[in-house]
């Protein structure tokens, strides 16, 4: 049983910082890149970071470039996401994932957790 559990997200104000989490359980996922997307209201799921396996190579969207940072620990099986000088417009549910390989594209991604909520107030 493959399971993804992200935490870490919750109510904070435009310009403060937050820090999820997505804990991997029944397999070991560092040998494979991985990813957070996140789906607001009304929208799509959209890209928002990927890291590859060795954690040295990093992308992101551009809405989130310079204030997002996504890192990894492979010996505790666990996908970090530093949200940093947040905006309303970050509001959404996060979501992470392991993917097939090191890509921007949910298509490439195979494995993802429940979603942890973020909100962030005026």
């Known amino acids: 049983q493959v399971q993804l559990v992200e935490s870490g997200g919750g109510l904070v104000q435009a310009g403060g910082s937050l820090r999820l989490s997505c804990t991997a359980s029944?397999?070991?996922?560092?040998?494979?890149?991985m990813g957070w997307f996140r789906r607001a209201p009304g929208k799509e799921r959209e890209f928002v970071a990927a890291i590859g396996w060795t954690g040295g190579l990093t992308t992101y969207a551009s809405s989130v470039k310079g204030r997002f940072t996504i890192s990894r620990d492979n010996a505790k099986n666990t996908l970090y996401l530093q949200m940093n000088r947040v905006e309303p417009e970050d509001t959404a549910v996060y979501y992470c994932?392991?993917?097939?390989?090191?890509?921007?594209?949910?298509?490439?991604?195979?494995?993802w957790g429940q979603g942890t909520q973020v909100t962030v107030s005026t």
């Open positions: 994932a392991v993917g097939r390989k090191f890509s921007r594209s949910d298509r490439e991604y195979d494995y």
């Open positions: 029944g397999r070991t996922f560092s040998s494979y890149p």
